[in-house]
């Protein structure tokens, strides 16, 4: 096909679907938030409501780009530089200074006097941001937040966040800290990563101790315990926050369905985190019993954690907090669903095989395994081997898009390239996670999937 048709069928895609998402809104008496608009719920709500209809658009727009912008200006787009940029304003706080700047926005002459930052550096830093529709230039060097950039707000006043910055993160939504682990030590694994992928002493290893990040930092340590380290509390910290950041891909609520377990019925939340999940299941199925199981120094923050929330009354009925290594003998053995989110990812094949193991070791017959990972789609049509697993196929894009929808559905690809850097692991395909459940005793049962951003659960039964 030459590039014109594809163009056109490219431009039919796009006025196809936005004249979907303009008409839904019409019909609803809203506006589509624009870029200049808040970041507000009730705009998140419209705009979540609307990505069926957004997706192929998302896919096609880009694709156009990438049609039409010369090989070598695309190809220079995918090296580092907003991602440096965007590390230095969310180091400097900009979000919040501007923020509070309100809408005439503030030149980075002013910006500058709250922070460290070079004014004119910092300016340059934004510039490269606002052309990616992060930030906003209304005169020269005069910034103000956009619907983008508001993402990196943690809602907190400059001035408490200058006074403690080591809690700059705590409480706030999530993505302004996972943005400062991603601009901080992750990208300081991924400045190693070419070396380590491609020394013959480390390109194949499965070990958490060779990953990129222990390179920068010169340490042969797993990922966990380096955020031990004394010199590691705020990362720590502020990686307990960032998980905040990513939860909201993480559907719960939906899915799997709770309601159906008998009363009394066990949830193991295996590596719970600071148990945010827990947290939403319990306030929603009062009818079941959750353990909550991470390593030691991580039950006592979440313990703290909610029981400063006020949780008190929730812990005191239904839910235990149980420090565990996941890599021993599982002490749960009633457990109706061993639940595990964003856990699999972190480990690679032989590592999650003991973990899986352990669990089918205490498994009953009726034992479910909940998987929260991202799923890699590969880019081509389905060769329809998951057919016969409900949710098992994913959809694939009509031609001329990329067939697993390019752009528009590529978060996951972007953390596998992130994992192979900071725990030297991956993202994996559903035939991937389903070579661990065979090498361990489960059975692939169904999938859950849902509208990106959200990342499905992948249901197993005892083999
Ligand atoms: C990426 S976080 C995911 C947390 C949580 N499941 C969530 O979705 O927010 C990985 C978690 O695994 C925990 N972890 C790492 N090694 C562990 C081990 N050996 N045993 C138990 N938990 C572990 C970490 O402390 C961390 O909380």
Redesign the pocket.
Known sequence: MSATSDLSALLRIITNGITAIESSCAKRGVHYPSLDDALTLDSVAIQESLVEEALPVIAAAYQVVATLMSPQSFQQKMLYGQTVAIGVAEAGHVAEILREAGPKGLHASEIAKHTTLDPRRLAHCLRILTTLHVFKETSPDVFTNNRVSAVLDTGKTVKEIVADPQAKYDGAPGLAALTGTNTDEFLKGAGHAVAMLTDPATSHSQEPVDSPLQRAFGKKM?L?DWYDLPENQFRLRRF?NA??G??WK?SILGGFDWSALPQGSVVV?????????DLDLAKEHKHLKYIY???P??VEQADKMWRDQGNQDVIDGIVKFQP????GPQPVENAAVFL????LH?WSDPYCIKILSQLRASATPDTKLVV?DALLQNNCPSDGKWKHIRGGEAEIAPAPLLPNFGIAKSDEAYVDILLMSVTNTQERTLDEVNALFEATGWKLERVHRFPPPSIPQVVAVPA
Request: hydrophobic share 40%.
């Open positions: 797993g966990f307990g998980m905040r990513v939860q993480a939340d295996v590596g719970g985190g600071l148990g945010g999940l199981q991470d390593r120094q991580t565990h290594d996941f890599f595990m989110r964003y856990i972190d929260i």
